[in-house]
């Protein structure tokens, strides 16, 4: 059974930090490009950031360059997503997604930057 488990999202004020994690599992990790989405209310799903298959290769969103750094660990079968001076146009519900011959989503995070 695929999965895609998204943890780390939470409340934060602006400038902080915070860490996501995505954890997969019933498919070939390692094969699968990687990426993080969100979604804000009323707004409709964006890439975030997406990393390769070997991790060789990564790339943002404009408004989160600079700031987010996503990761993958193969040998954990985790992705993660670094995010730091967060504002609160960050907030949003973030998802992982996983895309090679099919596609998966996690069930997502809530993250709200909020003072």
């Known amino acids: 059974q695929v999965q895609l488990v998204e943890s780390g999202g939470g409340l934060v004020q602006p400038g902080g930090s915070l860490r996501l994690s995505c954890v997969a599992s019933g498919f070939a990790f390692s094969w699968y490009a990687m990426s993080w989405y969100r979604q804000a209310p009323g707004k409709e799903r964006e890439l975030v950031a997406t990393?390769?298959?070997?991790?060789?290769?990564?790339n943002y969103a404009d408004s989160v360059k600079g700031r987010f750094t996503i990761s993958r660990e193969d040998a954990k079968n985790t992705m993660y997503l670094q995010m730091n001076s967060l504002k609160p146009e960050d907030t949003a519900v973030y998802y992982c997604n996983a895309r090679h011959y099919q596609t998966y989503w996690g069930q997502g995070t809530q993250v709200t930057v909020s003072s």
């Open positions: 990393i390769t298959s070997t991790g060789g290769s990564t």
